[in-house]
C-alpha cells in the first residue's frame, strides 16, 4: 500500500538504525518526547525502541485525548446521560475511561443509560435527526485534528435547526500544553518528535514559538516506523550541531500554514476557554476551546448548566506522572497486576492512544 508499505521497510530501517548509532555522540544522552500516543504506539509496535543505541530514548508525552481529559468532565458525562437522561454519543475508548468510584460510561450503559458508541460526530447527528423527541448529546474530545469535524456538525445542525442536538466540548490544544510541559511542568527533554495528525490542520509554524523561546529542535513525523525513525535521526543530528529548528519530516502531509479552510471553521464555531483541566498537567491557560454564543443553543454545558469539579485519579495510578513524562508505565506499581486493558485503573491503560496500554499489548515490562 502506498504511503504505508515503504515506510515500513525493513532494510530501510536497519540503515536508518545504523546512522542513528553513528551519529549519536556515546559521550552525552539524547531524551527526546514524542508528544503523540500515535507516535508511542509505533514505537512500541515496530520495536523501534529496541533500535535505538542505549543512550537515546523516548519520553512519552500528553497527546492522547482520552487520556488527558480529567475525571471531572467524565463525571459531567456521567451526569448527562445519568441526571438529564440525554442520549450520549461518544468514541469507544471514552467510554471505558474510570470516572470517580471508577464508574464508567459504559457501567452507567449496562445500568440502563443510553449511552452509544459512535465513530464520528455524523452518527450523532443522524441519531438526533432519528430521534427529535430526545435530547442527544456529543461528548466531544480531541485535539485540532477532530476539531474541525464537531465545527462542521454545530454548523449542520444550525443550519438544519435541530433543537434536540447539543455537543459537550472537551477540545484541547497542542501548543499550549507543550508550553505547559516547558514551563509550569519543568519537562527536561533535549527535542520532540511533533504530532503529524494534528500538525496537518495547525501546520508547522505554531512550534516555531518553541524552538525560539525554549531552544529545543522540533521534527514533525508521520506515524510508520520509518517516519519515527528519520525524525530521531534529524533531531540527533539538530542537537549535535548546536541547532534548535523546526523540522518537518512528514512532508507528504504537513506544510508550514496547515490547513486554513479547517482553521477558519473551528475560528467561525469555537473560542478558546480562558484554562482547562488536563489530567496531568492541572489548569493550562488558553489550552482548550468552548463554543461561541453564536452557538450556544447547541452548547450541552449551558443547556444543562454543567458545573465541573476537579476529582482526584484513582489511588496509586500514575497517569498524570506519565502525562508528564516524568515516569514510564512501569514505574505503577498496578501495571499488570491492578490495571489491564480488560480492567483499567487509569486513562492511560484504556486509549488506543494510551502510553500504559501501548506496554501492555507490545509486552513492555520493563
Ligand atoms: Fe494508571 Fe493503570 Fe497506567 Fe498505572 S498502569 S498509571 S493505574 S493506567
Avoid at 120 to 148: C, K
Avoid at 235 to 246: D, F, S, T
Avoid at 277 to 292: K, Y
Amino acid at each position: 500500500m502506498k504511503f504505508v508499505d515503504e515506510f515500513r521497510d525493513q532494510a530501510l530501517a536497519m540503515g536508518l538504525a545504523a546512522a542513528i548509532a553513528r551519529e549519536a555522540d556515546p559521550a552525552r544522552r539524547y531524551s527526546i518526547m514524542e508528544f503523540c500516543g500515535g507516535h508511542t504506539h509505533a514505537i512500541f509496535r515496530y520495536g523501534v525502541h529496541d533500535l535505538m543505541p542505549e543512550n537515546v530514548g523516548f519520553v512519552h508525552g500528553p497527546g492522547c485525548p482520552v487520556c488527558v481529559l480529567p475525571i471531572g468532565r467524565i463525571d459531567n458525562a456521567l451526569e448527562l446521560a445519568e441526571k438529564h437522561g440525554v442520549i450520549l454519543c461518544s468514541y469507544g475508548d471514552m467510554l471505558r475511561v474510570p470516572a470517580s468510584k471508577r464508574r464508567s460510561l459504559l457501567k452507567a450503559k449496562a445500568e440502563g443509560a443510553d449511552v452509544r458508541m459512535v465513530y464520528s460526530v455524523d452518527d450523532a447527528l443522524r441519531i438526533a435527526r432519528d430521534n427529535p423527541s430526545r435530547e442527544v448529546v456529543f461528548f466531544a474530545i480531541g485535539f485540532e485534528t477532530t476539531t474541525p469535524p464537531t465545527a462542521v456538525a454545530l454548523r449542520t445542525a444550525k443550519a438544519e435547526g435541530l433543537k434536540n442536538f447539543s455537543v459537550f466540548c472537551n477540545h484541547v490544544l497542542t501548543p499550549a500544553a507543550l508550553n505547559h510541559l516547558l514551563t509550569a511542568a519543568g519537562l527536561d527533554v533535549d527535542a520532540f518528535i511533533g504530532p503529524s495528525h494534528v500538525s496537518s490542520v495547525i501546520g508547522s509554524r505554531p512550534y516555531e514559538y518553541f524552538t525560539e523561546t525554549f531552544h529545543r529542535p522540533v521534527v514533525i513525523a508521520g506515524f510508520e516506523p520509518l517516519d519515527v525513525m528519520q525524525a530521531a535521526l534529524m533531531a540527533i543530528r539538530q542537537l549535535n550541531e548546536g541547532r534548535a529548528e523546526v523540522e518537518n519530516q512528514y512532508i507528504r502531509v504537513v506544510t508550514r500554514d496547515g490547513n486554513a479552510k479547517a482553521r477558519a471553521i473551528v475560528d467561525e464555531v469555537f473560542e478558546r476557554r480562558e484554562s482547562f483541566e488536563w489530567r496531568g498537567l492541572g489548569a493550562v491557560p488558553d489550552s482548550a476551546l468552548r463554543i461561541r454564543d453564536a452557538y450556544a443553543a447547541f452548547d450541552a454545558e449551558k443547556r444543562f448548566a454543567i458545573v465541573t469539579r476537579s476529582a482526584p485519579d484513582a489511588k496509586s495510578c500514575e497517569c498524570a506522572e506519565i502525562l508528564r513524562g516524568a515516569k514510564k508505565p512501569v514505574d505503577c506499581k498496578l501495571f499488570g497486576k491492578g490495571c489491564t486493558p480488560d480492567s483499567p485503573v487509569g486513562s492511560c491503560m484504556v486509549s488506543s492512544e494510551g502510553a500504559c496500554a501501548a506496554y501492555w499489548t507490545y509486552g513492555r515490562f520493563r
